[in-house]
């Protein structure tokens, strides 16, 4: 079936380390987004890609780093400079300009 | 980017019609309307999204005002299984998306 996943389901960090997300999509999606969300509230925006070797800033992208060197795959990685990185990561892609969303299970990432 | 604002929290009785109800004043002529709703410690889902006319699909209705500055999700005969967070957002012509807080819909038997 085509989807995204976003592995692992739970990741623990101890601090000073940075740790790397997985997202990997078959959808052939040309767009991917990162989303980080606190609990009780919305998702918020870490970064985007439109396409290949490309990506921009979102609302919240310090303290993160992304990567996208090929079409399915745009791993997110926490640096050590993210000071709160506890939270929800929210991977989703989609077609440009338009087209729905379509959004993995997650990561639950803690400190230890 | 234009912001939406949504109420923070519906109680509907089952079997009866949800209306939720979005304002995005700000919203640009080519910007798209897009709903997505969030059972806990999922991914969103999508449900339904329009330009300018109202859409109908196997899940819900979107009513998007003549000057689309505000629109209501309607969830027809709401289940148990529809108790979520809906999101309504505007999708840029960037494909970037600003999702606020949400609405957190509570269906009761």
């Known amino acids: 079936d085509g989807g995204i996943t976003q592995s692992p389901k739970y990741l623990f960090r101890k601090e000073g380390q940075n740790v790397t997300l997985s997202c990997e999509q078959n959808l052939n999606h040309d767009a991917m987004y990162w989303y980080r969300q606190d609990p009780g509230q919305g998702l918020r925006l870490i970064y985007y890609?439109?396409?290949?070797?490309?990506?921009q800033k979102g609302d919240i992208a310090e303290g993160y780093s992304v990567s996208r060197e090929k079409k399915e795959s745009f791993p997110l990685t926490v640096t050590s400079a993210q000071k709160n990185p506890t939270a929800f990561y929210l991977c989703a892609s989609n077609e440009i300009r338009g087209q729905p969303q379509h959004f993995g299970d997650g990561t639950r990432l803690s400190i230890l | 980017d234009a912001k939406t604002t949504q109420p923070p929290s519906m109680d509907c009785a089952e079997g009866r019609a949800a209306n939720l109800p979005c304002n995005h004043s700000t919203i640009s002529g080519n910007e798209y309307v897009y709903w997505y709703r969030q059972i806990h410690s999922q991914g969103p889902q999508y449900i339904i999204h329009?330009?300018?006319n109202n859409e109908t699909n196997e899940m819900a209705s979107l009513i998007i005002t003549e000057d689309r500055k505000s629109s209501t999700l309607i969830l027809p005969h709401a289940t148990l299984r529809d108790t979520a967070v809906y999101y309504c957002?505007?999708?840029?012509?960037?494909?970037?998306?600003?999702f606020g807080d949400g609405t957190t819909l509570t269906v009761k038997p």
């Open positions: 329009g330009l300018k």
């Open positions: 957002i505007i999708n840029t012509n960037a494909g970037k998306s600003t």
């Open positions: 890609s439109q396409i290949v070797n490309d990506f």
